[in-house]
């Protein structure tokens, strides 16, 4: 296959499957403004904001969906942490939800969405930019865990439904295809880090987790048939001190967040209280 025709495949193949909202913060008792804040590349980047219900600057959280999700469907979060004194901007990344389309998304994209809803969020006047936090699911996971790799101040980082590397997802996605490994899957995984820029290493939550100046929390269903639990335990042994949650759940951990709120909330306001470091 020549380079060409690889690079249509791949794209084609790893196209976003892009979803309507399902829901409004309106669903969720929220008042919120629908903003349109600019991506690194200067699409636009859709986005709800929940401000702060008491006093002003307030501490806030990202919210970051996963792939081919959108922000909708992290609104059941949204309301805990809004309760628990936390303005929230829930964005949809580049090609997914009502953001801009573009030629394809990555891990490291989805991380540069992060970097500018972060951007956004440090420079409203009701929000303390010291008391930023994160919140990912699955690759979201991942681009959090990316960019607070990047970041000296954060407050927090939660990370749900998280993979341990990108060649692990990888080899589970062309073993489901029916590819083999080798020779083909190591070839197209090749492939995937030349088409994206970066290499799996680097960018793998195994490498990005022990390097997050901040606290990290972990969520993790017990029946995830995407990401197995395994994962989540060989990212808690990566950094000593990394907490993990067990959740009675699958990927999706949206139907879960009873289970995990009172968690959330207190790793949050204890991490907003830990010295830097």
Do not use: K
């Not at 702060?52 to 969906?65: D, K, N, W």
């Not at 949206?254 to 830990?274: D, H, I, T, Y």
Request: glycine letters at 8%.
């Amino acid at each position: 296959m020549s380079a060409g025709l690889l690079r249509r495949w791949l794209l084609r193949r790893f196209a976003v499957p892009r979803e309507a909202h399902a829901a409004t913060p309106a669903d969720y008792g929220l008042v919120a403004i629908e903003v349109g804040l600019p991506a690194r590349d200067g699409r636009r980047l859709h986005g709800w904001f929940v401000p702060p219900a008491g006093g002003t600057p307030a501490p806030a959280v990202l919210v970051m969906h996963g792939w081919g999700a959108n922000a909708s469907l992290m609104l059941p979060l949204a309301r805990p942490l809004h309760d628990a004194g936390h303005a929230v901007l829930l964005i949809d990344a580049r090609g997914h939800g009502a953001s801009e389309n573009i030629d394809f998304m990555s891990l490291p994209r989805f991380a540069e969405d992060v970097a500018a809803g972060l951007d956004w969020l440090g420079g409203r006047h009701d929000v303390d930019r010291a008391r930023l936090s994160l919140v990912g699911h699955s690759v979201g996971a991942a681009a959090v865990l990316l960019e607070a790799s990047r970041r000296d101040h954060l407050n927090a980082v939660i990370a749900l439904s998280a993979f341990a590397h990108p060649r692990d997802m990888m080899r589970r996605h062309l073993s489901a295809m029916g590819l083999p490994w080798y020779p083909l899957g190591a070839l197209v995984t090749a492939w995937v880090q030349r088409l994206i820029g970066a290499r799996f290493d680097d960018i793998a939550p195994l490498t990005t987790l022990p390097r997050a100046r901040c606290p990290v929390l972990l969520a993790h269903g017990l029946h995830d048939n995407t990401v197995p639990f395994a994962e989540a335990e060989r990212l808690a042994a990566s950094r000593p001190g990394t907490a993990l949650i067990r959740v009675d759940a699958g990927h999706d951990l949206s139907e879960a967040m009873p289970q995990a709120r009172g968690a959330f909330e207190r790793f949050l306001n204890a991490s907003a209280s830990v010295p830097e470091t």
